[in-house]
């Protein structure tokens, strides 16, 4: 190899020049990653400032504001039922249509990924398709199958001697019906982030299990579980983001798009992101509605996922230390 | 494709996939695949039918003719009038907010992928923690917002906010961090090239698989976004087509037939892009879930 050699003043020169460079190229990174900040600064952080501030007033969105301190979270807290059944329905919902989909997701991932089964990909599109679908159209196509007299599912129960099921009508059975169409919808979304993860566990790690003597079950709970748990932990966290917004399905199913009181009888289907929604939109009039009502309750909404991800996370972290 | 499991080994096959295993998982699994695809052949036969056809017993299980005689109905006056002009709608914001997606979140993966700047770091958590942050958070103050900006009844509130967004960026800062070489900006830049004429003459081709998942993510979820748009659009004519169908609930609640064909255009094509494309496409819905 030649050997160069610099006078000292020559290197010096030499690393400004760089220096330069790349001080010039990181002024274009800067503009590279401008735009999300940019945009996430007018339209992500300011509102989440905004909705606090307004959380504290009283506004029905035209006349000027009115400064209520903490007065309608106190409110939401000690006299609004509506608020707390919503609240409590939007829980029964995340809990009922979480727990089957993300274990039903899980048991179609371990099959499909067992080695034994052909068709993978056929299987793996068709149980993915119903997540494709647009949620309104979908609360269109189940009100109709979920129909009392004339509906598919009533008309195929009655081959097996059940009675005549009333699902979106009755109180007991809203409920379930919404937990079906988003078990339906979603399951095949938690089954592909499930197999990803199954197929980015190194093999090498269960020949090795093998050689050692490990037995199937061995493998399952040491190995394979273990290695799933940061996608499981994702999977149940983005569900807990997710359903606590439950919007989208239960409005089609349960009634009430344009002025009309939604979710159902008794509010059962009643959400607490349509109870928001309808609050600052809808309800104009009121002291339990308006803008700065609403935003106190999108702040319970948010303590509400912060505590439930906080307490999985804390749960999931004792298990692995017990391990 | 990775065929990894515990299964691999010999012993372990003969053990646990005999015949009668074999016929019970491929029963299980059919049965969730029928259990799948079941409501969508339904649509498309009811989309056939008068309703005075659909209610009754048995209900209809094949195509009927009605077909045209639902597609009048449905764009009579008192029905959906404009429901071309929302299906041409749900197109153009859809589209023009996935291009501008494809663009700005490829170029901020970039910046983040293959430079060193100071606050690289920093900033980058920040935008891992925005993905967190509930979108209920934001949905009242951002309407004030957009009535601020005059963007009602526009497709402003559809398009801008979220062009640069956190997830696509990070799914595209994954993508060129592993697929990209330095050697090769570094070649373009001995040679003189502008940085941004790198990202769009030499980093765009490369990345176009990664672009084509993202692509088809955001234009879907787009096409099925409900609630915003029924927040900001009021006038039929600036209707999308979420927005519109749940109108012709309102509007036509007893005419079955009707609203599931209304619903079967709003889901076959983007059901016909997912099939020719399955692959890409979960491939884009798994970043960020695995590492």
């Known amino acids: 190899m030649a050997t160069t050699t610099f006078t000292v003043a020559e290197q010096k020169a030499q ?27 007018i339209f992500g952080l ?58 039903l997701a899980m048991i179609l991932a371990f099959i499909i990924n067992s080695g034994y089964i052909r068709f993978k990909d056929f299987f793996r599109a068709a149980y993915f398709m119903p997540f494709v679908a647009s949620a309104v159209a979908v609360g269109i196509l189940f009100s109709s199958l979920f129909g009392l007299q004339y509906g598919m599912f009533n008309f195929f129960l009655s081959f097996f001697g059940v009675e005549k099921i009333d699902w979106l009508g009755s109180a007991f059975w809203l409920k379930p019906s919404i937990i079906m169409v988003t078990v339906w919808q979603w399951t095949g979304y938690s089954m592909i982030i499930f197999l990803a993860g199954l197929q980015s566990i190194n093999p090498e790690l269960y020949e090795a299990a093998r050689v050692d003597g490990a037995d199937t079950n061995d493998v399952f709970w040491k ?73 106190a309750m999108s702040f319970i909404l948010f303590f509400i996922i912060v505590t439930f991800s906080y307490l999985y996370n804390r749960a999931n972290g004792r298990n692995l230390t017990e391990d | 494709m990775a065929t990894t499991t515990i299964t691999r080994n010999r012993r372990g096959r003969d053990r646990f996939a005999g015949p009668v ?55 009579e006056q008192g029905s959906l009038p404009y429901f071309w002009t929302s299906v041409y709608n749900s197109v153009a914001i859809a589209s023009v907010h996935t291009i501008a997606v494809l663009f700005f979140c490829s170029l901020a993966g970039y910046g983040f992928a293959k430079f060193r700047f100071p606050g690289r770091e920093g900033m980058f958590t920040f935008l891992l923690a925005t993905l967190m942050v509930p979108g209920a958070l934001g949905l009242i103050p951002s309407f004030i917002v957009m009535r601020a900006l005059h ?115 709003a889901i076959v094509p983007i059901l016909t892009v997912f099939v020719s494309a399955s692959r890409q ?5 798994t970043a960020g879930a695995v590492k």
């Open chain 2, 21 to 75: 295993v074999m016929t019970f998982l491929y029963t299980f699994l059919a049965v969730f695949a029928l259990a799948s695809a079941f409501p969508f052949y339904y649509m498309l036969v009811t989309a056939t039918y008068r309703t005075v056809d659909i209610l009754r017993i048995p209900p209809p299980i094949w195509f009927g003719s009605a077909l045209m005689q639902n597609y009048n109905q449905l764009l």
């Open chain 2, 151 to 265: 963007w009602i009844e526009t497709w402003y509130p559809l398009i801008v906010p979220g062009m640069a967004n956190a997830f696509g960026i990070f799914w595209m800062r994954q993508y060129i961090e592993s697929a990209i070489p330095n050697e090769m900006m570094d070649a373009a830049r001995i040679d003189g090239a502008k940085e941004f004429r790198i990202f769009w003459a030499i980093i765009l081709p490369v990345i176009a698989p990664a672009l084509g998942a993202l692509a088809i993510l955001t234009f879907m979820g787009k096409w099925n976004e409900f609630q915003f748009p029924l927040l900001i659009l009021k006038d039929q004519m600036t209707y999308t087509l979420p927005v519109a169908l749940s109108t012709l609930r309102s509007l036509r609640g007893t005419e079955i037939g009707v609203q599931i064909l209304g619903s079967s255009i």
């Open chain 1, 46 to 103: 300011f509102p989440l400032v905004y909705g606090m501030w307004l959380s504290l007033h009283q506004w029905d969105g035209i006349s000027p504001m009115k400064w209520v301190g903490f007065l309608n979270y106190i409110k939401l807290f000690t006299v609004d039922d509506i608020w707390w059944q919503a609240i409590s329905n939007t829980v029964w919902l995340f809990v009922g249509a979480t727990i089957p989909q993300l274990l």
């Open chain 1, 15 to 41: 690393d400004r020049r760089t220096r330069r460079k790349e001080a010039k190229r990181n002024v274009w990174a800067y503009v590279f990653v401008a735009p999300f900040f940019f945009l996430y600064s």
């Open chain 1, 223 to 295: 190995i394979t579980m273990p290695l799933m748990r940061p996608v499981i932990l994702f999977q149940v966290v983005t569900s807990i983001i997710g359903a606590m917004q439950n919007f989208d399905i239960p409005v089609m199913l349960a009634g009430g798009t344009q002025s009309s009181a939604p979710g159902g009888t008794d509010h059962a289907g009643l959400t607490a992101m349509m109870q928001l929604y309808w609050s600052a939109f809808k309800y104009n009039t009121g002291s339990k509605s308006g803008f700065g009502y609403a935003s």
């Open chain 2, 281 to 285: 496409f979960m491939s884009g819905l």
